[in-house]
């Protein structure tokens, strides 16, 4: 055993010093890296040490505002730095605001963000509590921002796309004679009625655009001719294979009536 001993000691005698030396300095290196590449991480992602200190928005923005986009990123860069910031997250948060649509979020070096935005384009209220967009897609956002007049639509909110699709259909046909579509209600059994613009009450019932658009083309027709009657009109059922009903406002005394076309 005291053999095996003294060999032990001997050879630790006649190691290379130098080598092991190396070794040991080597290890204090890569401590040395390790401990400082720690200290340059916290230093990263320090929000007070890389703040993002910049900001450009850019899109089409004219109804979202810096000032939405400011709230939600202020919250964030309090206690994110340029670097630990997930543009990722402030996507889906800028996307929260009500009026905006889609964001892309891209870092700027070296302190910065830059941040494209999308607002809605509204087509029309819904149910007057919403916003449709232009993807048939209900919103609900500050209506006081609108800037420009919109036709109301109502029905279930699962047919909010159909609603769109028929409109778009029927708008060329009314406007070609210089009428304007103010109102659509869609009832639960998918019958259409259709207010106009005058006041002008149609009567469209079931079926699809195909139908539709011809019911409105049978009574534009005729239309120019009853014109000056317009305001004395309740509403103009267009449901019948050939003609429509119209249903006159009651006068003083006497009853409603109906005049076939």
């Known amino acids: 055993m005291s053999n095996k001993k003294e060999i032990f000691i001997s050879k630790i005698k006649n190691a290379d010093h130098g080598y092991w030396a190396g070794i040991v300095f080597f290890i204090l290196i890569l401590l040395f890296i390790g401990y400082l590449g720690h200290k340059m991480t916290l230093k990263l992602m320090n929000a007070q040490d890389m703040p993002v200190s910049t900001l450009q928005i850019i899109g089409s923005r004219p109804y979202s505002n810096d000032l939405d986009i400011h709230n939600v990123l202020q919250e964030l860069s309090k206690s994110e730095s340029f670097f630990s910031l997930d543009v990722n997250e402030v996507q889906k948060r800028l996307e929260g605001i009500a009026w905006i649509k889609r964001v892309a979020v891209r870092r700027q070096w070296p302190n910065g963000l830059i941040i494209h935005v ?18 048939g897609e209900i919103f609900k956002a500050q209506q006081e921002r609108l800037t420009r007049w919109l036709p109301h639509f109502f029905g279930p909110d699962d047919v909010s796309k159909i609603v769109l699709t028929g409109y778009q259909a029927l708008w060329p046909l009314l406007d070609s004679e210089g009428l304007i579509l103010s109102e659509i209600m869609l009832t639960q059994r998918q019958s259409w009625n259709v207010t106009l613009g005058n006041g002008s009450k149609l009567v469209l019932g079931r079926g699809n655009d ?36 119209v249903n006159w406002k009651k006068q003083s005394g006497v009853k409603a009536q109906n005049e076939q076309g």
């Open 118 to 135: 999308t607002d809605q384009v509204p087509i029309a209220y819904w149910n007057d509590e919403y916003l449709l967009n232009d993807n």
């Open 210 to 245: 195909v139908i539709r658009n011809m019911r409105i083309e049978r009574f534009l027709k005729v239309y120019k001719h009853i014109m000056p009657q317009v305001s004395d009109i309740n509403y103009v059922d267009l449901r019948y294979d050939a003609g429509f009903a």
